[in-house]
């Protein structure tokens, strides 16, 4: 894979893209936003896929906007890393980064995500969020988000969070005869479903879900 | 806004308060480090054998060490031969047994009272003066429940067992660069035994004076809590205005057993350098607590507003079942100073619970970063932590840092992580002056609600002062 391949959205333009783990069609290096461009980038890990990313975004011209999403489901012995860089190089540029992932087996997750912005890169606003449910004994995951700001004027912040799935809940729907394997899936793909909102077309947001919810079911059993 | 320039440079002008020199007769050893001098320092203060082979074997695991470059801090290049690593007052020939009054009026006027007075009957202190501890005040009555608490050269004449038992078992002689160098050259600290079953009846407490010039500060504390005991105890530091930059580096260690609770409070307050960042203590600290038995609790509860450097992680090991920990942060900066600061949880033990409550201010050309780690290891069972980092940033020339590290590797164990950095927002102080709160006490106002979560988490007799601090620190900051 050339990580080092640069795609760069004209003034103006759109950027829309969902990459799948594992297949041909890598996720770029580098993403360059230019003034009033937008990137809106949904990656999807499926279990039994080995995942390695590292994404630089940098917002460029004023009013650029940048979304990027990814879930990754893993049930065997998947390695995940995902890395982001999102700069704010110029003022009124706004980011939003949002991650869901579970993790089961033995598979192993890092995140590292960091959003930096500038020096005089005032109005900025830089969102992300890094969620994980962590479904084995002997799964594990570690996530670094970091924050770097040198201007005053934003609006940033992260958020992290490792858990489980909720107990009560369970219970909740199976005294109502939703079996515990299937009150599972419900959680996981409920838990899942806000990375999938962020794809816009209709039809492959259902195809996505479609796809989503089987992962889900198949490592399901296995807990 | 020509009014928050105006006020931004007051603030600049701001003095610092505890910045005079004490002049009294002192006695040093010729500056650097080798072992020569770690001996020389382990005779001065009469040490037994094990003491001098504990600093020596320290020394040899340091000379290996490198520096650490990982946290997010210019440091400038420090020549360790440049230190010199024991300076005490001259003890009067005469009356031996006597505090030096010089000395005496130098903590009056920090606000330090060395003899014991009905007025602050509540808290029992420790004083260091450079290399040495000057007296420790109510030991009697703390003696007379069973309570140890003396300097930490005492410690080692006296109890040497209890001393052996516990050095180094929290935070290893070769832990980091910094501690190492503590391990073989510290000087003097606190020493704090609370037995079985007794509860603390007063605060205890330490105040750490660096006075010579030259000197590096090398302090050493431990605090032993037994069984069921509970203490809180305070620690407050000052240094004189120096263009020279002063090393601090110390090491913290307490061990808290089965269902015994501490309550460490620090309110840091070292001079932070001029307002052009020359001068200022490098305040580079390792502060570790172990919650050993179950059930037992360790809060940290930290005001740093001081140091040109900060690099400063309290951080707790929960082993106990059932063990509890707490740090509550609030760091300023200003002008030049620059702080890498927060704190580690390590949750080994079942159903653990950590929480971390971190606020930093950043003003002038400051940077202010957190660092924390969370660590879940695999017998975590039902673990559950809570971070929360905010940053407040005043001025457009400063910067704020959110760093976590968060591991999980129990799937019945909960992280959860959250950080937000803004600055104080046109709307809350609008809403302020209509009120008709000026500009400086509308910010005033705001910061100390901002802080408020941590602050409220201070002994009485702290809080009072870290609000001041706080208030002194930023006075006229507007964003």
Redesign the interface.
Known sequence: MDVHNTVTVPAGQSFNKIYIAGNEEALPGKIVVEKDAKAEIVILSMPGTEYECSLEVVLAGRGASADIAGAYVCGHDEKIRISVDMRHEVPDCTSRQLFKGIAGGHSSVDFYGKITVVKDAQHTEAYQENHNILISDYAKVNTKPQLEIYADDVKCSHGATIGRLNEEEQFYMRSRGISLEDARVLQMISFLSPVLGTISDPELHGQKTAELEEAVRSIVKAI | MSNDKEILDGLADKEYEHGFVTDLEQEFIPKGINEDVIRIISAKKGEPEWMLDFRLEAFRKWQKMTLPTWA?LEIPEIDFQDIIYYAAPKKDSERPNEIDPELEKTFDKLGIPLHERAALAGVAVDAVFDSVSVTTTFRAALAEKGIIFCSFSEAVREYPELVRKYLASVVPVGDNFYAALNSAVFSDGSFCYIPKGVRCPMELSSYFRINAKGTGQFERTLIVADEGSYVSYMEGCTAPMRDENQLHAAVVEIVVEKDAEVKYSTVQNWYPGDAQGKGGIFNFVTKRGICKGAGSHLSWTQVETGSAITWKYPSTILKGDNSSSEFYSVAVTNNYQQADTGTKMIHIGKNTRSRIISKGISAGHSQNSYRGLVR?L?GAENARNYSQCD?L???????????????????????????????ISEDQLFYCNQRGIGQEEAVGLIVNGYAREVLSKLPMEFAVEAQKLLSLSLEGSV?
């Not at chain 2, 959860?416 to 803004?422: C, D, F, L, N």
């Open positions: 997010h879940m695999a940053s940033l005043i001025g457009d020339k400063c910067g704020a840092h959110t760093f976590p590290y968060i591991e999980n590797a129990n799937k019945t164990a909960v992280v959860e992580h959250e950080a937000t950095t803004s600055r964003g």
